[in-house]
């Protein structure tokens, strides 16, 4: 695990546009942290290291899920106002998104269990003060987290 602190938004996303930059396959971001502590900032940056413009990027918390195309397709999914978590499943469709050969990014990702992920990260966020936030990163499977 490796813990990295960031002391502006622009950190966060360019955190997560270096973790995606060298993706070549199927990789899972699952993240957690409260609200405003950067999760959509590093989706955001994530999106841009797949060639996706992430002015595009937006919270799904009233959607529930977004895709785009890059050069990986990016499935970005917030389960904040799901109750339940096996709705993700039984009406996302999280399951079939998450055997495509894309990028899944998942928001509140402590709201599920027993999730078994091949490849990617948990990505944990916790809010220091208003600019600076600690991430933990756990590298899941041949994920790699960039050097700091």
Same mark, same amino acid.
């Given at each position: ?5 960031? =002391? ?12 995606? +930059? $060298?993706?070549?396959? %199927? ?11 950067? %999760?959509? &900032?590093?989706? %955001? ?6 060639? @996706?413009? /992430?002015?595009?990027?937006? $919270?799904?918390?009233? &959607? *529930? ?6 050069? *990986? ?7 904040? =106002?799901?109750?339940? /978590? ?12 998450? $055997? ?5 990014? @998942? +928001?509140?990702?402590? %709201?599920?269990?027993?999730? &078994?992920? +091949? ?12 600019? &600076?936030? +600690? ?14």
């Amino acid at each position: 695990m490796q813990t990295i602190t960031t =002391r502006s938004a622009e950190e966060t996303f360019d955190l997560g546009r270096q973790m995606a +930059e $060298s993706i070549q396959s %199927k990789t899972v971001f699952l993240l957690e942290g409260d609200l405003g502590s950067g %999760k959509t &900032t590093l989706a %955001k940056g994530v999106a841009a290291g797949l060639g @996706i413009d /992430p002015r595009d990027v937006i $919270s799904p918390t009233f &959607t *529930l899920m977004a895709d785009y195309e890059g050069r *990986l397709r990016l499935y970005h999914v917030d389960l904040y =106002r799901l109750d339940n /978590p096996q709705d993700a499943f039984d009406h996302l469709g999280l399951g079939d998104v998450l $055997s495509e050969e894309a990028v899944t990014i @998942i +928001e509140w990702a402590e %709201k599920l269990q027993d999730l &078994t992920i +091949e490849v990617g990260y948990w990505v944990r966020f916790k809010w220091i003060d208003e600019t &600076t936030r +600690e991430i933990s990163i756990e590298s899941i499977g041949d994920a790699r987290v960039p050097r700091q």
